[in-house]
């Protein structure tokens, strides 16, 4: 869903698959090993409040709203005010994605953005 410093990305297949219908995700993160079993009841949690508004908002959000996001082009910053319109919950996500793998969001594009 979205790059985070840490995430199990990469090796969350290696994981035994759950055993039970619920998943509790206690430091979710990016979620890696739930999104592998979306089909299941998955509780994520955790302590970084900006996670815990960033997987509310895309729980809840739809496909049309996502797409409708800018994407930011080297030298814009998620500051200046031509991004007024986003909400704190939108430039969280843009964030992660502008410096892929930080453990917080960024406000311009990183030397590794796509």
């Given at each position: 869903m979205f790059y985070f410093y840490g995430r199990k990305f990469r090796i969350a297949n290696k994981y035994p698959e759950p055993i039970y219908d619920t998943i509790i995700e206690p430091f979710s993160g990016s979620a890696a090993y739930s999104m592998l079993y979306y089909n299941k009841n998955v509780i994520l949690n955790d302590k970084d409040e900006k996670i815990y508004k960033l997987w509310?908002?895309?729980i809840n959000v739809n496909k049309h709203d996502i797409e409708k996001l800018p994407i930011l082009k080297k030298g814009e910053s998620l500051n200046n005010e031509?991004?007024?319109y986003l909400?704190?919950?939108e430039k969280i996500l843009i964030g992660f994605y502008l410096n892929p793998g930080s453990a917080v969001p960024k406000k311009s594009p990183g030397n590794?953005?796509?």
């Open positions: 509310k908002y895309l031509n991004f007024n909400t704190e919950t590794y953005c796509a």
